[in-house]
């Protein structure tokens, strides 16, 4: 059994550490099966786990679509870094030196410093993950600093805003929908997230109140005449 795991380690391109010697003996005589996966494995239960698993910095709710689109979407340029590196990576790879190749290989598909930093992220959640679960005790992927580019914000004025109101899109219906839903964002200031949760028992009165998806918090909004207006045209979105 060693000789076939040095045998699978050269020709996957695999380094023998530590971890992965403790692994084979565990797995040899018996101990720590139930807890058992190795690094794509556990990747991908992570990534189904998003399904049920509460996220415990916003209240207890659920992972979003968005954030395990996230975490699939990672585990898809991995698995290109490995064909293009031909190697097979495991919890013992991940450390500085392997982030910093895997972000330049992001770098060569032209992607943002910003997208490369959620991918980062997902990775070293994936890894804080693992660490918890005593599947690994490599955490010198924590030495990585991850880098975030500063974005900035455009606003639009309210005459911008009015010009994209009265914009003729009567030959395009389903632009004109997106262009009220637009609006509707821009005169209450919530997320596109929030806003397609909009409902009738949202409206109270000349207030909006309505608990944030993202934040869990609850705000409330003075209605604007443009979004009463949408609104009303469409008789509750």
Same mark, same amino acid.
């Given at each position: ?66 954030? $395990?689109? #996230? ?10 870094? +490995? @064909?293009?590196?031909?190697?097979? /990576?495991? =919890? ?55 880098? $975030?580019? #500063? ?10 805003? +009015? @010009?994209?109101?009265?914009?003729? /899109?009567? =030959? ?66």
């Amino acid at each position: 059994k060693m000789e076939t795991f040095m045998t699978d380690s050269a020709r996957e391109g695999r380094v023998v550490t530590k971890d992965r010697l403790k692994d084979l003996l565990d797995s040899h005589f018996g101990k720590g099966q139930a807890d058992s996966a190795d690094f794509h494995q556990f990747f991908e239960a992570y990534i189904n786990e998003c399904d049920t698993r509460m996220n415990g910095r916003r209240g207890g709710q659920n992972i979003t679509y968005k954030t $395990k689109r #996230e975490y699939a979407r990672t585990y898809e340029y991995i698995q290109q870094y +490995e @064909k293009k590196n031909r190697v097979l /990576l495991d =919890f013992a790879d991940i450390d500085q030196g392997l982030l910093t190749s895997f972000v330049g290989f992001l770098q060569s598909l032209n992607l943002s410093t910003n997208t490369i930093w959620h991918k980062v992220v997902a990775i070293r959640s994936v890894m804080k993950a693992a660490v918890e679960r005593g599947l690994t005790d490599n955490e010198r992927w924590r030495y990585y600093k991850n880098a $975030k580019e #500063e974005t900035e914000a455009v606003a639009l004025t309210e005459d911008e805003l +009015e @010009k994209i109101r009265t914009c003729d /899109l009567s =030959f395009n219906p389903h632009l004109a929908e997106i262009r009220d839903l637009f609006l509707l964002g821009c005169w209450t200031g919530l997320r596109f997230s929030d806003v397609i949760r909009l409902r009738p028992e949202h409206i109270q009165g000349d207030f909006i109140v309505i608990q944030q998806q993202k934040t869990n918090n609850y705000v409330t909004i003075p209605i604007h005449p443009v979004f009463r207006e949408i609104w009303e045209r469409y008789d509750g979105i």
